[in-house]
């Protein structure tokens, strides 16, 4: 969607790419009175069978987002569908932004935590994480991320972050470059972190990559 003060971008590759199908997916859709929801997750793991369970996933978290305001609360409904559907296990990250207040609420269902760069410091993840969906009733916790002024979420799945078999490595190489490509302005932030990470190896997962990025107010939106 177009969202004023707000540029999306996104990229997903499947790991098999003949078939151009897995199991991951990202998700923009915006709400009643402004608000954007944001999802993106992992279904264990490919082909049609995942592309499958990863249609209902990402369904019940749009159906949900639309009866509750809370990302925790819309991730509890979605896991509570999944069991009723006995799918596989997903991992999931959701979350609801204010583009007027420049803020967000995300949780995390077994997924990495969205990377927040602001151009002050260096790139963090924010957030913690519960169980993946589909294993068990549970419920999620929330946190609000403020003050994002010209700021840039990342969400990934974490198929961008097993550089190589090393997740560690993963991790900090992938927080170096969503610091750079926040420093370079880029207008296609998600092909260029895809790029920089798989620059020199190549990707053993799926992978999606789904980034917000907040305009200067005085800047006019790029056209799409």
């Known amino acids: ?42 279904v264990i793991g490919h082909g049609i069978e995942a592309a499958i369970v990863m249609n ?27 069991l009723l559907e006995k799918a596989t296990v997903v991992t999931a990250a959701c ?24 151009g002050k410091s260096k790139p963090t993840m924010v957030g913690r994480s519960g169980l993946p969906l589909g294993i068990q009733p549970t419920t999620y916790e929330s946190w609000s991320i ?17 550089y190589d078999h090393d997740v560690l490595a993963g991790e900090s190489i992938l927080l170096d470059v969503v610091g750079d490509v926040k420093t370079s302005g880029s207008l296609r932030p998600a092909r260029e972190i895809y790029n920089r990470v798989f620059e020199h190896v190549s990707a053993r997962d799926d992978v999606a990559i789904l980034t917000v990025a907040f305009l200067d107010r005085r800047r006019p939106q790029t056209p799409a």
């Not at 990229?11 to 709400?31: R, S």
């Not at 003050?147 to 799945?157: A, K, Q, R």
Request: no cysteine; aromatic share 4%; glycine share 10%.
């Open 95 to 118: 979350g609801i932004i204010d583009p007027v207040q420049r803020s967000a609420v995300f949780s995390s269902a077994g997924h990495p935590p969205p990377i927040v760069a602001n």
């Open 56 to 82: 209902r996933a990402r369904q019940a978290i749009a159906f949900a987002a639309v009866q509750e305001s809370d990302p925790a609360d819309v991730l509890a409904r979605a896991n509570a569908a999944l």
């Open 146 to 162: 403020g003050g994002l002024g010209e700021s840039l979420i990342v969400l990934l799945t974490d198929g961008a972050l097993e």
């Open 1 to 42: 969607p177009e969202v004023p003060g707000i540029e999306l971008d996104a990229v997903y590759e499947p790991a098999e790419k003949e078939t151009q199908v897995g199991g991951d997916w990202y998700d923009a859709i915006l709400l009643p009175e402004g608000r954007l929801l944001l999802s993106i997750g992992d």
